[in-house]
């Protein structure tokens, strides 16, 4: 359903860090799913005075239910016809000091 770059999701710095992914996909059978991943709850350290990278975030989204589910970063769930999942990975941590100019901005694409 899905597919893009996590749009400022990596820290500031000299060097920002890279930015993560998004991907959302929906089920068309009932399947077990299993994820196991990092960095959900502990950011993405910046290094030597860089920012923090956004932490990364894996929903269920189930059919017909208008709220999703965290499912942290290690999980198994069955999923039915018409459910999906929504995996956010995290960002990288920046490195060094950002100027005042590198504040948090856009991307110029």
Do not use: M, Y
Not at 66 to 86: C, F, M, Q, Y
């Amino acid at each position: 359903r899905e597919f893009l770059i996590r749009e400022n999701s990596g820290g500031v710095g000299h060097f920002r860090g890279g930015d993560g992914i998004v991907r959302e996909i929906e089920v068309l059978r009932p399947l077990h799913f299993g994820i196991l991943s990092e960095r959900r709850v502990f950011a993405p350290r910046g290094a030597e005075g860089g920012g923090d990278g956004q932490p990364g975030l894996n929903l269920l989204l189930r059919r017909g239910c208008s709220w999703p589910v965290n499912l942290g970063g290690k999980a198994t769930v069955l999923l039915e016809r018409g459910d999906a999942i929504r995996i956010e990975t995290p960002g990288g941590g920046g490195w060094g000091q950002p100027s005042s100019s590198e504040a948090p901005v856009q991307d110029v694409r």
